[in-house]
């Protein structure tokens, strides 16, 4: 382990972005961050709003059209390396928005997370469970370490 | 350009007047939680005037719900809202059974009373939770998470998961949602640790002079203000103005309860408005398991039929939410969803102007925003 992974291992930057869906997911995702029942720090794990600041992306909702470009910009403006983990059933699938009746498809939602950015992990759920998001963001750190040293 | 005549708010696009600066956030701005735009227009650090649009995140739900049978449009409604889930299943299965002439069981009644009193302490707590954090005070934010984690363990008792419960079906509430006794010794036992641990929440958050300096007389809203705008739910109430919807609701009529105000309307009176809901809400609860009656839960005994246009109201955490089905032969042919914080929308605005730009965001948080569920179709009709 270099001596650049070493340092950033001590201290995780996750950023939440929220691209439409039905805001529970969004509260789990903060709960896990500020309830001492879950307490993501204690993984080194800190929330921020900056995106020049952030390591792990983490979205959640189905991604709207409105949505889509901002989504963009912000995965852009985040400094290599960088990682993104989709949380809840709307960002895998489209979750009960996508389709309006069967294969229909709905003229609000742009995709899942995966049609705009790349995704390296998943957790599914609706809503996502606190466990959940912590187990899913804990795993794509030593990834996030490996691309490091490269 | 909202321009104010007689203290009201209305659109007038002749009148326009400039200020010197304009400072937008938004739409998915990475401060805010949710994706919303506002516009300050700012004079020497004093907001003018403010402006909040909504619309990105429209999905367009009632389009999915058309032509679904009722009770399967009954189970999209709950994805209207993370925050207030129960409040929009338990309205929408209320208008299913009132357009189909559903007589709903007792025992039905009081435990959705149960899930909807539980779902008013947990967004009442993460309102007190997201205001401290925006106060910048994370100690008291962890504190009432903490609290908080013990009503979503209740509702994960009742519904099985932790955000979307889904507790109301058609006639009456899913077998899941079922209390035995143990059950029932559980939730009164967590009520006593609410009631006790709230209590002294508040009081350590009522003496610290320094918070209480900064909240007090922030984002003042007036009664006349409030009422001219419609503004519902506890934002009303804390300016003054007794009115509750749950008093005029026939599921409450068995309980006893108090309607809140606080006087003042500024940032203060809405944090301690919440504050003191809460052990009204524990209240309710433990009356709704003292008087719980025995008997079935569900009635299956309907059929879809042709309805006309049914409305109905209830009061959800934020103030009074609006349903409306119109039937076909049990397949929903149109639908209307009203949430409370699009009449809210116009106190967070109103609230801003002519306070310091910092408080802003502290303004727009207290009157409790939940643009998420806001997002519908509106039609504006020029008479």
Redo the contacts between chains.
């Keep these: 382990m270099g001596i650049k992974s070493l340092a950033r291992k001590k201290a995780i930057h996750l950023m939440l972005v929220y691209t439409g869906g039905c805001n529970g997911c969004d509260i789990e995702i903060v709960n896990t961050v500020l309830s001492p029942k879950f307490d993501i720090e204690q993984y080194n794990v800190y929330l921020t709003w900056n995106p020049r600041e952030a390591d792990v992306l983490v979205v959640s909702g189905p991604v709207t059209h409105w949505t889509k470009e901002p989504l963009i910009k912000i995965y852009e403006s985040i400094p290599k390396p960088k990682l993104v983990v989709a949380v809840g059933a709307c960002a895998l699938t489209g979750g009960v928005y996508k389709n309006i009746h069967g294969e229909l498809p709905s003229e609000e939602i742009a995709g899942p997370v995966d049609n705009v950015i790349p995704v390296d992990a998943k957790v599914p759920g609706c809503a996502v469970r606190p466990e959940d998001v912590v187990a899913g963001v804990v795993s794509v750190i030593p990834i996030l370490l490996e691309k490091e040293d490269k | 350009m909202v321009t104010k005549i007689d203290g009201a708010t209305t659109c007038n696009e002749t009148e326009r007047q400039v200020f010197e600066t304009e400072l937008n956030m938004g739409?998915?701005h990475?401060?805010a939680?949710?994706?919303y735009r506002v516009r300050l227009f700012i004079e020497d650090e004093i907001v003018k005037d403010a402006e909040i649009t909504v619309?990105?995140?429209?999905?367009?739900?009632e389009?999915?719900m058309e032509?679904?049978p009722v009770e399967k449009a009954n189970a999209?409604t709950e994805?209207?809202?993370?925050?207030c889930?129960n409040g929009h299943i338990f309205n929408s299965c209320r208008t299913g059974e009132g357009a189909l002439g559903i007589e709903i069981p007792e025992r039905a009644k009081y435990l959705r009373v149960l899930a909807q009193e539980l779902e008013r302490l947990h967004s009442h707590m993460?309102y007190l939770?997201h205001g401290s954090?925006v106060l910048c005070h994370?100690t008291f934010?962890?504190r009432i998470?903490?609290i908080?984690?013990s009503v979503m363990d209740l509702l994960f008792m009742m519904g099985g998961?932790?955000?979307?419960y889904g507790i109301s079906v058609l006639g009456g509430i899913r077998p899941r949602a079922d209390l035995n006794s143990r059950e029932k010794q559980r939730i009164l036992d967590t009520m006593d640790y609410i009631d006790e641990k709230v209590a002294a929440f508040a009081e350590r958050f009522v003496a610290d002079p320094m918070v209480m300096s900064r909240i007090t007389g922030t984002g003042e809203l007036s009664q006349k203000q409030a009422l001219d705008l419609h503004v519902t739910g506890p934002t009303l109430r804390a300016t003054g103005y007794e009115f509750d919807y749950r008093t005029k609701m026939p599921e409450y009529e068995p309980f006893e309860f108090n309607v809140i105000t606080q006087d003042g309307g500024d940032v203060r009176a809405n944090i301690l408005m919440r504050a003191t809901e809460i052990f009204e809400s524990t209240n309710i609860i433990r009356q709704v398991i003292k008087g719980l009656p025995e008997g079935p839960i569900v009635n299956r005994n309907w059929e879809l039929t042709d309805a006309p246009v049914y409305k109905s109201y209830i009061e959800v955490p934020r103030g009074v939410c609006y349903h409306s089905y119109g039937l076909e032969d049990g397949k929903v042919r149109h639908s209307i969803i009203r949430t409370p914080s699009m009449s809210n929308i116009a106190a967070m605005q109103e609230s801003c102007i002519g306070h310091p730009v910092q408080d802003a965001q502290l303004n727009i948080v207290s009157c409790d925003p939940?643009f998420?569920?806001t997002d519908r179709a509106i039609q504006i009709i020029k008479l």
Excluded: D, W
Excluded at chain 2, 55 to 61: P, T
């Design positions: 739409t998915v990475p401060a939680l949710e994706p619309g990105v995140n429209h999905r367009g739900i389009r999915i032509g679904l999209l994805k209207v809202c993370g925050i889930s993460l939770g954090e994370e934010a962890m998470f903490y908080r984690e998961n932790r955000v979307q939940c998420t569920c």
